[in-house]
């Protein structure tokens, strides 16, 4: 049995019902087996792929509060601390009722060749809790915020592990943990990233990953001979990611008809007016059929099937496995021709296989959404310096980043004969560099 088998193999056996870890360890060994393959006496003699697919640390507590009823609720929390190999843990926090060790560790997995990809010094990690904001008053966030970072704070550092937030995290629960850790710590330091502005925080994070996505598409169809501008886009999801990629993906031009949240999607013939969408969820934290009460030209639907609207270009923003075959085979039947990724994993691997099959252009999430990691690197970088950069001088460097990772994914794929193979250059792309560092630095 070759060594990648073998693995994948060990690893769903060890990991018992972790899906979606075994899911994305098996998507990225599948693509690194022409690399693995050449080395696969060394590979073998070092244990390099057991090293790889096992976290450094996996740390899990409870999480103790009180509601506002005065009744106490117990959460599960979690952080893995998957690999140090090129920098400090760096990854975000997710706080959904769906969070289990297995996503979490699919995440933290996913987030090593990612944080690779941005050239940037930052190495693996995730973490998050059963905790769900949505419905909860400020008082019960915070409650569940600071008994979270009560366990959390022993943990993590500004050199040693810097989370961010991810689903159900924004600025409103960062600033609750980063108050709670620096009472407990008693030390102003760059512990997380997507602070607030007063308090260390960079322009351009919250916009990041969704810019970031626009920028790296721009570049995959640039140099397939095509332009964003007039295309026709749909977006899932409607929270950090999708609001700054349809506001990015605007101001290229293209018309944005779709959004979604959890519930159902809108769908706007005279494309999406993102005003009144960030009221929606971001100040009123609302649901996205309320954008059908404000805007006559827009259609509300209940449930699934945001994928059925015709459109040019699809950006799954929303969660996992969230884009299935079927979705697929709608969207190209109805002539899309390129799909790039701003959550993590939103393709099911039969979804993604058939896309790529189908000579659509795919770019996925680890390098289609790395800018939101990347800028909580320059935060990190902001904040050893005692500095703050402008917003052009961050959204430059952030264009910059993923210009850079667009060509070393399309460099990757094509020197392993697989030119427009994006899926197979980011693994390959992201690898490289983490074995290169896990090898210099011993058994470890
Ligand atoms: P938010 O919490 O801001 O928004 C998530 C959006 O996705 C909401 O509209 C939410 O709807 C929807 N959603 C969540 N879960 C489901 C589900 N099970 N089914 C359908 N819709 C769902 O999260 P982000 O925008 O930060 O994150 C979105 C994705 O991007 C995630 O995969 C995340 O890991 C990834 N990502 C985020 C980065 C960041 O910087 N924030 C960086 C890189 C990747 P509802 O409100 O109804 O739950």
Redesign the pocket.
């Known amino acids: 049995m070759s060594y990648v088998d073998e693995i994948y193999e060990k690893v769903v056996a060890k990991n018992p019902s972790e899906t979606e870890f075994h899911q994305a360890v098996k998507e990225v060994l599948d693509s690194l087996r022409c690399v693995i393959d050449k080395n696969e006496e060394k590979f073998r003699r070092d244990a390099l792929l057991e090293r790889l697919t096992e976290p450094e640390r996996i740390i899990s507590f409870r999480v103790p509060w009180v509601d506002d009823k005065g009744q106490v609720q117990v959460n599960k929390g979690f952080r893995v601390q998957f690999s140090s190999a090129i920098g400090p843990y760096k990854g ?1 926090l ?1 706080f ?1 009722p ?1 969070v289990n060790q297995g996503i979490i560790k699919f ?1 933290g997995f996913e987030q090593i060749f990612k944080n690779s990809l941005t050239g940037l010094p930052i190495g693996g990690g995730k973490g998050g809790s059963d905790f769900d904001p ?1 419905g909860k008053s400020d008082r019960e966030v915070m409650a569940f915020c600071q008994s979270f970072m009560t366990e959390l704070f022993k943990y993590i550092g500004a050199d040693t592990d810097v989370p ?7 600025a409103r629960e960062i600033g609750f943990m980063y108050g709670q850790y620096k009472r407990l710590k008693d030390v102003y330091e760059g512990v997380l990233t ?1 602070k607030g502005l007063s308090y260390g925080g960079s322009l351009a994070r919250k916009q ?2 969704g810019y970031g996505l626009v920028y790296i598409l721009n570049e995959m169809l640039k140099d397939n001979n095509k332009a964003l501008e007039g295309q026709t886009v749909v977006v ?7 609001i700054y990629a349809v506001e990015k993906a605007q101001q290229f031009g293209a018309k944005v008809v779709a959004m ?4 159902g999607y809108i769908y706007d013939a005279d494309g999406i007016d993102l005003d009144i969408v960030k009221d929606i ?1 971001e100040v009123k934290r609302g ?2 059929k309320e954008y059908a009460d404000a805007k006559p030209s827009a259609v509300y639907t209940e449930g699934k099937g945001i994928w059925t609207v015709k459109c040019d270009i699809a950006l799954p ?4 496995n ?1 884009l299935n075959l079927d979705d697929a085979k709608a969207l190209i039947a109805n002539g899309c021709f390129a799909v790039a990724e ?5 393709t099911t691997r039969e979804a993604t296989d058939y896309i790529q099959e189908q000579k659509i252009l795919f770019m996925p ?1 680890k390098a289609a ?2 800018g ?2 990347a800028t ?1 690197a320059l935060e990190m970088s902001q904040n050893s310096q005692r500095l703050s950069w402008s917003f052009e001088e961050v959204d430059a460097k952030l264009h910059d980043i993923m210009v850079n990772i667009y060509a070393k994914v399309a460099d990757a794929a094509s020197r392993y004969d697989m030119p427009k193979n994006y899926v197979a250059g980011a693994n390959i792309a992201g690898f490289e560099k983490v074995v290169e560092a896990m090898e210099a630095q011993g058994i470890v």
């Not at 899932?236 to 999708?242: D, P, Q």
């Not at 979604?260 to 519930?263: L, T």
């Open positions: 975000g997710r959904h769906s995440l949505k961010a937030g991810d689903i159900g995290v924004g997507g990041a990953t899932s999801g409607s929270g950090n990611v999708a979604s949240d959890s519930n969820k649901r996205i923003c929303a969660t996992q969230e701003g959550a993590n994993m939103p999430g959404n790395a939101g990691v909580s």
